[in-house]
């Protein structure tokens, strides 16, 4: 990593740090994905649990499931409500979609919860809420008093960041929200994204903030570290739920949440600039994203595919 001033930091960000921390922003030599073992098999690499989707948000778990698919997650389970199971399951490539139980909007029923947390159990990584709808809530609150792997949480699964949930945790938390997002759980940006994270990593110990948006902040405990890749081509409805996908897949396959993290920021970020070099600014989506994520992956990857 290599470390911005605070006039490097606001010239190209454009953001108002009122502070004199020193960011640091990512570089691929950060990130070094280790070679496979040539004797392995699915279960080496992970469970991955996807809980995603409402009726009407049916894009938006096969997103998140296909992403992580193809981030190396050696079986990924996605769970959805009902209504939403036959056009997830037939956008996914390979995960096990289980239907759930749904309320009467179509969002993932209280009577849902054994199920999930039975299937929790067996989890090496969880992302809940691409997607999810907002009468999800209790389910959320079962899913982060339960979790002992690590555990995400994206979209309407961020409005149950109280602190309670946060003192009731028992897992290492990641939290993905836009700058509304992050108001809504407290969040303060009237003096800019980069003091606005660090006060509230601050006031979270433990906590891995990403949030979202032009140069991207990863941030722990008064840590943070600066995404220098992506741009205007990702600004389109679900980036970030292939964004989630990423991220879990590299938690299931036992990566430290930091790293994880912010590796899962920069190779998101480098499939945007990927897309925008062969499509242009205008016409990315989202599923063009998980199409570059093998040439991400393979940027960072010494040898990759053939054993010595």
């Not at 290599?2 to 960000?13: D, M, N």
């Not at 946060?166 to 938390?173: G, M, Q």
């Not at 964004?243 to 970020?269: E, I, K, S, T």
């Not at 393979?298 to 054993?307: A, G, I, K, V, W």
Request: with cysteine; proline share 7%.
């Amino acid at each position: 990593m290599k470390t911005l001033t605070i006039e490097q930091y606001t010239e190209k960000y454009r953001d108002r740090p009122a502070q004199n921390a020193a960011p640091a922003e990512a570089e691929a030599a950060d990130f070094h994905l280790p070679r496979r073992e040539l004797v392995s098999h699915k279960y080496s690499y992970g469970r991955a649990l996807v809980i995603a989707g409402a009726r009407g948000y049916a894009g938006a778990p096969a997103l998140a499931a296909n992403a992580c698919e193809r981030s190396g997650a050696g079986l990924t389970q996605l769970m959805t409500p009902e209504s939403v199971y036959p056009v997830a399951a037939a956008r996914c490539d390979g995960a096990v979609v289980t239907p759930l139980p749904e309320t009467e909007q179509g969002g993932v029923s209280p009577d849902a919860i054994p199920v999930i947390l039975g299937a929790l159990q067996k989890a090496d990584a969880c992302v809940i809420g691409p997607g999810l709808g907002t009468d999800a809530e209790p389910v959320v609150q079962a899913v982060l008093q339960a979790c002992t792997c690590p555990l995400v949480l994206d979209a309407d699964a961020l409005r149950a960041c109280t602190a309670e949930a946060f003192a009731a945790r028992r897992a290492p938390l990641l939290l993905t929200p836009h700058e509304g997002e992050f108001k809504r759980m407290g969040g303060v940006l009237t003096d800019g994204r980069l003091a606005g994270a660090l006060r509230f990593t601050q006031a979270h110990p433990g906590a891995i903030l990403i949030l979202k948006g032009y140069g991207t902040l990863v941030c722990r405990d008064g840590e943070v570290s600066v995404n220098p890749t992506g741009g205007p081509a990702m600004a389109k409805g679900g980036s970030g739920d292939v964004l989630c996908g990423v991220l879990c897949a590299l938690l299931a396959q036992g990566f430290d949440p930091w790293l994880a993290a912010r590796c899962a920021v920069w190779l998101h970020g480098l499939c945007g600039d990927l897309c925008a070099q062969a499509l242009g600014e205008y016409s990315v989506t989202p599923g063009d994203l998980i199409r570059r994520l093998p040439e991400a992956f393979l940027s960072l990857q010494e040898n990759p595919c053939f054993p010595s």
